[in-house]
């Protein structure tokens, strides 16, 4: 008996839908790509034709104004491109002093919520409720306009053993101006830091093996304090004391933190440590009561049961809140503008964007600018976050 | 295969839309008002009072061309702008017409895509102190902290001045010139700078104005303007116009309540000026009484002039450098005809 011809099992090309969906998503590539070509090509176009300049030439042109703050040396002889790293710097140092102090805040007042203490509990709750409640701009405002104005003017400072000074136009306390033979100190301060690092790797592998503690708290403050304290010392300390000092309007020399910088990152500070607080009370909340008991039927004191329990397993709950906390303070601290703080939205998207007309390059760089500051905090504690992360047997 | 063809229809349509635009004339005339960016509020210039109506200096251009091209002074949309945003907003055609104390200057008439369409103050940087700091001139400033409004030409006059004298300063800046206040009053900063005109606006605003004083040092020339979108050359017209229409008013001696009469009786000059005679609107492409509406219902230059910052206003400023050519100023229309 013949055999009977093999019904024919694959569909057309067409109706394969495996070929259908690559089709269509090509043809979507395509469409997308005319679109962003269109809007790219059409806005080149309707510059040249209004005769507004393009293109990144003007980063090497002189800016010819001046900024309040700068972290490297700047005035109005520098470029465009010089502004840029200046306000990105300046936006760099607030985040950092924002996500170190919300961080150490939101830590107590996270933890203080679960205090036995009926006051510290409910000042805690007073905190985030409040903080977390009002709006930052206004927050802003408030250190700024209603705290730091009603200090004192120059001439009649708040003095604090007439070496720093606070008064209406920022802070100011004693610089140190480094001589030859610093590097000695430096050295020491690295080599302290080193030194702790391998202490506490050291007390780690000892405690595992033996199960003896050691004081490395400590013993680390001291290796931190006494080998510079020791450099000094040998070097015949080489550095000169820089005093504030009233001069003609305003108070020179030392170091001065300017009165927006103390409003912005007070806020900030603030205002975030409110929401990481709460980070933390979830995460906290999170760990099963029996882990608790557990470590209390082992005898462990209270304190040691926060430390070596409940932390460790809240930061699992606790690190992917930080993550997007820390973007926020990064991309909150563009109401900088708001008083007039340096950073790199005030400078550049501000005062370089208004006097060079170029709002084109300068949006772009300054988005990339943030993308890539959120993107390396994001990969971080990533990072961080798989170190936390509770190891499954596979 | 029906889908595709309309996503790609779709997006030749987006793509196809790009770019097409009509003249800000017949835009203006189709939508029945000018818009106009001004200043978020400086006394004389432009301000709005308590019932939501803005006047000043600035603002009368915009009634003027209101006036001109839709016989209605009132028919302006405004736009509060500070000094950061005003161009973006001029560029994007957010507004009609720029009308912010702003300064003609050659990056900007070059570079930004903009036109001034002529000079309806001629202004210079000055500094404004409190009396207690007992300073005279602005070399004496050594060391100060300066408030100052971002995105201004004062911002860079200001480094100049300083750097050539070679006397240093901290510059503190602010978005809008009533921060810019805020900061002086506080104590933040020593000393204002700004335009003359804006120096002594800003000092009727302090809590008390006898506090302060403007130190006689002048830093810079600036000539401000109205300023429209470059390359739309029949707009750049109505407006550049409509600014000299009020200016060449006053030098015919034409006001608003003299315009009836002249436009009926005047002599021939007056005539065309007030659309009696002549074809002077048609050229525009706008009412052949457009001049007559602006001086009937905006006024002469010397009218706006006073009302707003002159004797009839708190500023008191008089008007020298702004005075007609022939009584000791520059203020100089070209003739229409």
């Known amino acids: 008996m013949p055999e009977k011809p093999l019904v024919k099992s694959s569909p057309s090309f067409f109706n394969n839908p495996r070929n259908r969906s690559l089709i269509y998503q090509f043809l979507l590539l395509i469409g997308l790509a005319y679109f962003f070509y269109g809007i790219v090509s059409n806005t080149l176009a309707n510059m040249e034709a209004r005769g507004i ?20 040396p700047y005035d109005a002889t520098h ?4 502004t840029f790293i200046v306000g990105l710097l300046n936006t760099i140092l607030v985040s950092t002093i924002g996500i170190i102090l919300s961080t150490i805040v939101g830590f107590l007042m996270g933890i203080a919520h679960f205090s036995h203490n009926w006051l510290i509990r409910k000042l805690a709750v007073a905190y985030i409720e409040t903080f977390r409640n009002i709006p930052l701009l206004l927050q802003i405002f408030f250190w700024y306009f209603a705290v730091l104005a009603a200090l004192p003017s120059a001439r009649q400072s708040m003095s604090f053993g007439e070496m720093i000074f606070l008064n209406v136009r920022g802070l100011y306390f004693p610089g140190l101006i480094a001589e030859s033979g610093a590097g000695i100190v430096y050295g020491a301060i690295a080599a302290a830091i080193a030194g702790i690092f391998i202490l506490i790797r050291w007390a780690k592998n000892r405690q595992n093996e033996t199960g003896q503690q050691f004081p490395v708290l400590s013993t680390s403050i001291g290796i931190l304090l006494g080998l510079p304290l020791l450099a000094l010392f040998v070097s015949g300390f080489p550095f000169i004391w820089d005093f504030p000092a009233l001069k003609g309007f305003n108070f020179r020399g030392g170091i001065t933190v300017i009165p927006e910088l103390m409003a912005l990152a007070l806020a900030l500070t603030i205002y975030t440590g409110a ?27 209270e304190s040691k ?15 992917p809140l930080l993550n997007s906390e820390y973007q926020s303070l990064v991309k909150n601290s563009t109401l900088a503008t708001a008083i007039g703080y340096p950073d790199l939205f005030t400078v550049f998207v501000g005062t370089t964007l208004n006097q060079t007309g170029q709002a084109i390059e300068i949006v772009f760089m300054t988005m990339a600018v943030y993308f890539v500051i959120n993107m390396s905090i994001s990969f971080v504690m990533n990072r961080f976050n798989a170190s936390v992360e509770l190891a499954e047997r596979n | 295969m029906k889908r595709v063809t309309s996503v790609i229809a779709t997006s030749l349509a987006i793509g196809l839309s790009f770019g097409a635009q009509a003249g800000t004339l ?11 960016g001004v200043s978020t509020g400086l006394a004389g210039f432009s301000q709005k009072d308590e019932h939501g109506t803005w006047s000043g200096l600035d603002v009368d251009v915009c009634r003027a061309v209101a006036a001109a091209v839709l016989g209605d002074a009132s028919k302006v949309q405004y736009k509060p702008l500070t000094a950061k945003e005003r161009f973006t907003a001029l560029q994007s055609g957010e507004i009609d017409i720029l009308s912010r104390n702003t300064t003609w200057t050659h990056t900007r008439d070059t570079s930004l895509g903009l036109n001034f369409a002529g000079v309806n103050y001629y202004d210079g940087q000055g500094f404004m102190v409190s009396k207690d700091l007992g300073v005279k001139s602005a070399l004496e400033l050594d060391g100060a902290a300066v408030c100052i409004q971002a995105g201004t030409t004062s911002e860079l006059n200001l480094a100049d001045y300083f750097r050539a004298n070679g006397i240093t300063y901290k510059a503190i800046t602010f978005d809008t010139s009533d921060q810019t206040r805020g900061g002086f009053e506080s104590g933040r900063c020593d000393v204002l700078t700004s335009d003359q005109s804006q120096l002594y606006a800003l000092r009727i605003g302090l809590k008390d104005p006898a506090s302060a004083m403007v ?14 979108s470059q390359g739309d050359d029949a707009w750049f017209n109505v407006v550049r116009w409509s600014l000299m229409a009020m ?6 001696g034409i006001d608003s309540a003299s315009a009836d009469k002249a436009k009926a009786e005047g002599n021939p000059s007056q005539k065309r000026l007030m659309g009696s005679e002549g074809d002077s609107g048609s050229k525009m492409g706008i009412p ?3 001049g007559y509406n602006i001086v009937k219902q905006v006024g002469n230059y010397a009218e706006s002039f006073e009302r707003n910052v002159g004797t009839g206003s708190p500023l008191k400023i008089s008007r020298g450098l702004n005075a007609q050519w022939n009584k000791g100023g520059i203020m100089y229309s070209s003739p229409v005809r």
Do not use: H
Request: glycine content about 8%; aromatic content about 8%; some cysteine.
């Open chain 1, 53 to 72: 300049k393009s293109g990144y030439d003007f980063l090497s042109t002189t800016a010819g104004f001046d900024i309040l703050m700068s972290l490297v």
């Open chain 1, 79 to 82: 470029t465009y491109g010089r």
């Open chain 1, 275 to 301: 929401f990481i607080a709460e980070a933390v009370r979830a995460g906290i909340q999170a760990v099963p009561q029996g882990q608790r008991e557990a470590a209390r039927s082992l005898g462990l004191k």
């Open chain 1, 305 to 319: 049961i926060m430390k070596l329990i409940i932390v460790p397993q809240a930061m699992r709950v606790i690190t």
């Open chain 2, 26 to 36: 017949e835009d203006v005339q189709k939508r029945g008002n000018v818009s106009c």
């Open chain 2, 215 to 228: 130190l006689p040092e002048v830093i810079s020339k600036e000539p401000l303007g109205p300023v429209v």
């Open chain 2, 247 to 252: 200016v060449e008013a006053e030098f015919l």
């Open chain 2, 288 to 290: 052949a009484e457009w």
